[in-house]
């Protein structure tokens, strides 16, 4: 079994009163994309800090290839650090900021140029190696700050926010580009993230955390589809959580009770969470791309067929942001009554891609919502 | 808005000055430069500028030396420890040289504290000889100038970007390494401005040598005031003036060329300009600063590591500890010696006793003199902001073209020796019959505290919201109800400190006091130069802890306004 590249044990660490990160146990194996995710505060950047040597801290232990770091100095620990602000030395050359950490390890200045060069072509900027940092765009100076710690292949390559300052455009293009490098150099990356759909697309695991400790640790796939609390359902992704009881469970297969949908059978959704049993209150976790539209309300509220659930709704609100197109709407199921103005609570939200000829809906009608019951995920709530 | 200070520069700066200038060129018939054959002619006046030059030389050298560490911390500290050190800096920085010097003189002299402390220990059997030496002088000078050192440096240390040393430090660098080959270079421009700014500030200074110096040891402006004041020879004087004021400007024109006057502002000096320096003098200073580099992480290896910190933070600490002690400490001695209940100025002092500041406040001539600073203080202070405001106004948000240029005319009477100013302005005075007045004094002590004002105001001002004014008129206010009611209120901090700081360089002014006040009518700091000149007492100690204690007041307050202003 080949030794995880990294392995952080019980590490914690506090200011005072405040727990910046609880006692937390983190495997990263050779070569994967972890992306730490979490909101301001959720300890994501504490976590980085103290993988990099930037902080101590107060327990715990941290491996790296099997040598322990914990407290060891930054330059002790093969790591490389992107900045949020790159941090590139402006009083030196691109090249040489880029032969800095090569001059560190006493490479052979021959060898270095090499190096420094083909660095350089990995990030498709050969031709700016003799001018100064201030005279780069920013994108151009994110993606130098990428050169400078991947020429000398460090085993773990951290990475803190480092597209933050771009913007949208450039930020899309660059996330594709890392993880081109990423990709074709095979490092370890950790990397922190407060913008979920980054870390949709770049990891292989996200990390998500939330008041300093870990909120589930799983592939994207796993996070999305399988969220284990609420807190994760609703943060990643856009979301609905219905109210529900459990009425009975087989496995990974529930029925519960829900307002707006009669019957004694209830509907039907997935659960992955052991606390979910009989008698429990659950969140319904429903994807806007999994509520599909049907025209005025359907025959009897709740009808239940074929594995098909149904509630009726009132449309609220349209937008249309581009690729896919919005609906809200109001449904009792979420606690407001249908047909009061000013609604109460949480609009629920369908998507569907924006189609030319598509269906035109009109602010007010009343419509009819259904799910599949694989496509609902119940959530201890 | 610019009429004011440009009337007030013109009248009080460039024409008593260039007066001066003209005078000495002028001869019985027509122009001559009999003054300068004569200034050059004698081995005498020209060894007078060979020590200038030297003392000069070697106090920016060390003041630079001994500043960096306290820059560094400073600039590495934030939050109440931080305005702690900053606080015993800008106290040192704004204790008058007066006090400090005096204060130099008991701790060096045969009874001084050294002296005696040395005596009492029995390391020596007869007190040494410290004072009227080069030494003395330079100590004296790197102890006054110190604090100008530290603050130039500081402004560009603090825009040096945080995280530079970590991303070194993730790179592979250790601490030492880190030091040389990133901070160091990145700091170096503040170094030069520092370095400029002491070096011209020394080159005109005659308090100290006058002091602490002996009779091989006197400067340019010691021989000024002989010209000015004992032989009465304008046109010697004024060859001399020019002498100094040329070489100030050459000083200023090399730094310019080698490094860019924009470092002065904490800008990043010839990197902005886009100089590059030549392909070897690069890879040489880049083989000096790694072997540097390398050299001190040997060192710091072989010291013992401590879990969590690095082992140069504590001796960085403790060496900026001592420095800063040694700024503070002689002026503070003289709390102490001026409740002597002894007659005269001996260490360790004798019992307690007021009589000294008793003495004070029964003389006349100290009494009239606080008088006479306080209303010249006020009143320069207040004609400083009145003047020195609608300046600020106009460098920061009128858009003028030339405003590098006008800023420098605002900025001149700092640069321009306060020597040649205050004998210029003596000339001009005497032709017009206000030396010896209130009047005159205040208008000198203005057109030098107008450059500090229009500092501080274009700093708020720059830091003030533009936008706070446009809500205002999209609420319906016409610009001057916008000015009452939102702009000057806001900024009403910052105009009050810097009604403090103007106040602060008037009250402790004595270079322009020393000619243009006399008698009867003098002031606080000339009284005291006076005093020192002819005997040294413990009124004296008293008359500097009030000084000291007054002038550290109003700093605190100023420094706490001027914080507040620039916070919102």
Not at chain 1, 340 to 364: D, M, N, Q
Not at chain 2, 84 to 95: E, G, I, P, V
Not at chain 2, 346 to 363: E, H, R, T, V
Request: proline content about 4%; aromatic content about 8%; overall charge positive.
């Amino acid at each position: 079994m080949t030794v995880a590249n990294l392995q952080v044990s019980g590490l914690s660490k506090r200011y005072g009163d405040f727990v910046a990160l609880a006692p937390t146990d983190l495997d990263v194996a050779q070569g994967e994309f972890l992306t730490l995710l979490g909101p301001s505060g959720s300890g994501k950047t504490t976590l980085l800090s103290l993988i990099a040597g930037l902080s101590q801290p107060d327990a715990g232990a941290i491996r790296i290839n099997g040598t322990d770091v914990t407290y060891g100095a930054p330059y002790e620990r093969d790591i490389g650090m992107v900045f949020q602000n790159y941090a590139l030395f402006p009083h030196m050359t691109v090249a040489e900021n880029i032969a800095f950490p090569l001059q560190m390890r006493r490479t052979d200045a021959q060898a270095a140029r090499k190096m420094v060069m083909n660095a350089l072509e990995m990030v498709h900027l050969p031709h700016v190696a003799e001018r100064y940092p201030r005279e780069l765009s920013g994108g151009q100076q994110q993606r130098i700050a990428l050169a400078r710690c991947m020429v000398y292949r460090p085993s773990i390559i951290l990475m803190d926010e480092p597209l933050g300052a771009l913007d949208k455009k450039l930020r899309d293009h660059m996330q594709l580009e890392i993880k081109r490098i990423h990709r074709e150099l095979g490092t370890t990356i950790v990397y922190v993230t407060h913008d979920q759909e980054e870390a949709m697309t770049m990891s292989d695991r996200i990390c998500l955390m939330n008041a300093g400790e870990i909120a589930q640790l799983g592939t994207p796939d796993d996070l999305y589809f399988r969220p284990s609390s609420v807190f994760v359902a609703d943060f990643l992704g856009e979301s609905n959580l219905l109210d529900a009881t459990v009425l009975e469970r087989a496995g990974d297969q529930v029925r519960v009770a829900m307002p707006g949908v009669e019957g004694a059978q209830g509907a039907s959704a997935m659960v992955y969470d052991p606390m979910v049993e009989p008698g429990r209150a659950v969140k319904l976790l429903l994807r806007p791309q999994n509520l599909h539209i049907h025209d005025g309300a359907v025959g009897g509220d709740g009808a239940h067929r074929d594995g098909v659930a149904t509630i009726s709704a009132k449309l609220t609100d349209i937008m249309v942001t581009g690729g896919m197109t919005k609906l809200y709407l109001q449904s009792s199921v979420m606690g407001g009554a249908v047909g009061e103005g000013g609604g109460v609570g949480k609009s629920l939200v369908a998507s569907f891609p924006t189609h030319r000829r598509g269906k035109r809906f009109e602010i007010g009608q009343t419509l009819g919502l259904a799910w599949r019951a694989d496509d609902a995920v119940a959530i201890a709530g | 808005m610019a009429a004011p200070i440009v009337i007030l520069l013109a009248v009080m700066l460039i024409y008593p000055v260039g007066q001066l200038l003209l005078l000495s060129i002028r001869g019985e018939s027509g122009f001559t430069l009999a003054e300068y054959q004569r200034l050059f002619a004698s081995s005498v006046y020209v060894e007078v500028l060979l020590i200038t030059l030297k003392v000069s030389l070697y106090t920016t050298f060390f003041a630079v030396l001994t500043g960096y560490p306290i820059a560094y911390r400073l600039s590495t500290l934030s939050g109440a420890r931080k305005q702690r050190l900053l606080f015993w800096l800008l106290l040192s920085f704004w204790t008058s040289f007066l006090v400090r010097t005096f204060a130099w003189v008991v701790l060096l002299g045969r009874n001084g504290v050294i002296n005696r402390t040395l005596l009492d220990l029995g390391l020596i059997d007869a007190p040494l000889s410290l004072l009227y030496s080069f030494p003395a002088v330079l100590l004296g000078m790197v102890h006054a100038l110190m604090p100008l050192a530290v603050l130039t440096m500081l402004s560009v240390m603090e825009n040096i970007d945080r995280r530079l040393p970590s991303a070194a430090s993730t790179l592979g660098a250790r601490p030492g390494t880190v030091f040389w080959r990133v901070y160091f270079p990145l700091s170096l421009p503040g170094v030069a401005a520092g370095a400029l700014m002491v070096f011209v500030t020394s080159i005109g200074f005659f308090i100290t040598p006058t002091l602490l110096g002996g009779r091989h040891d006197t400067m340019i402006t010691q021989l000024i005031i002989d010209q000015v004041m004992q032989a009465l020879n304008w046109g010697f004087a004024g060859a001399i003036s020019v002498l100094l004021l040329a070489v100030v400007l050459v000083v200023f024109f090399v730094y310019d060329r080698l490094v860019g006057l924009s470092t002065m502002a904490g800008g990043a000096g010839d990197v902005k300009t886009g100089k590059r320096r030549g392909g070897w003098s690069r890879a040489l200073g880049e083989t000096v600063l790694s072997a540097l580099g390398r050299a001190t992480d040997l060192l710091l290896r072989a010291m013992p590591r401590h879990k969590g910190e690095q082992g140069d933070g504590r001796v960085l600490r403790a060496i900026v500890v001592l420095l800063v002690v040694f700024l503070a400490a002689p002026a503070l001695l003289m709390i102490p010696m001026s409740f002597d209940s002894a007659s005269g100025l001996a260490w360790p002092p004798k019992g307690f006793s007021l009589q000294w500041y008793q003495q004070i406040w029964d003389s006349p001539l100290w009494m009239q003199a606080v008088t006479r600073s306080m209303l010249v203080g006020i009143g320069a202070g207040l004609l400083s902001m009145l003047i020195g405001t609608p300046a600020a106004f106009l460098l920061v948000r009128g858009g003028m073209r030339g405003k590098s240029a006008m800023l420098a005319f605002v900025l001149a009477p700092i640069v321009v020796p306060r020597m040649i100013l205050a004998v210029g302005v003596f000339y001009f005075f005497a032709k017009i019959g206000l030396v010896g007045s209130s009047v005159g004094l205040t208008l000198a002590h203005t057109v030098v505290a107008v450059p500090y004002v229009v500092i501080t105001m274009m700093a708020v001002l720059r830091n003030y919201d533009t936008r706070l004014d446009l809500a205002a008129y999209s609420l319906g206010a016409r610009p001057w109800a916008t000015l009452r009611r939102v702009t000057f209120p806001i900024l009403g901090a910052g105009l009050l400190s810097s009604f403090l700081f103007a106040f602060a360089t008037s009250f402790d002014e004595l270079t322009i006091a020393l000619f243009t006040s006399g008698g009867l009518s003098t002031t606080l700091p000339k009284q005291f130069w006076d005093e020192i000149t002819m005997q040294i007492s413990p009124v004296i100690a008293a008359v500097s802890t009030c000084l000291f204690l007054f002038i550290a007041a109003l700093i605190w307050v100023a420094e706490r306004l001027r914080r507040r202003s620039l916070a919102t």
